[in-house]
């Protein structure tokens, strides 16, 4: 009757709904990432990260000469956090014609993108067959 709105102050009301609107924002953008992290890792496969991990051992230096590596079920693949993997296995060398060398490997690696990297590797070798002596 005065001509006065009783109701909520229009500033207020728009605030709100600023409010609101980041709060879901921010909650979708959360929710969105674990749902991909998720999905990430239900996508690589343990051979596909024994592959990786082969790979990027082979590159080593200190590996020389690679023959074979650990089967799938004589290697130990652990997934951790995220899209990092500690991977557990041995490769065999030959560095010198007669001799065979067997390497136990402890890699931890991650998935970047397309990319795989390795964070940390850990070789013990243990020298199995050589040349015979007369």
Known sequence: MCQRYVGLPIRLLI?????????????????????????????????????ATQELVAKNP????PVSFSSLDQTTVEHWTGRRWRVSGYVDTKPQPDV??????????QQNGANWNLED??????????PRKN
């Open 100 to 109: 065979k060398v067997r390497t136990l490997y402890f890699a931890v690696i």
């Open 15 to 51: 605030a709100a709904g600023v409010l609101g609107f980041l709060l879901m924002l921010f909650g979708f953008i959360w929710y969105s990432g674990r749902i991909k992290n998720r999905v990430d890792r239900e996508e690589i496969s343990m051979q596909d990260v024994l592959t």
């Open 121 to 130: 590797l850990q070789l013990q070798s243990m020298q199995f067959s050589g």
């Open 62 to 65: 200190t590996v020389h000469n």
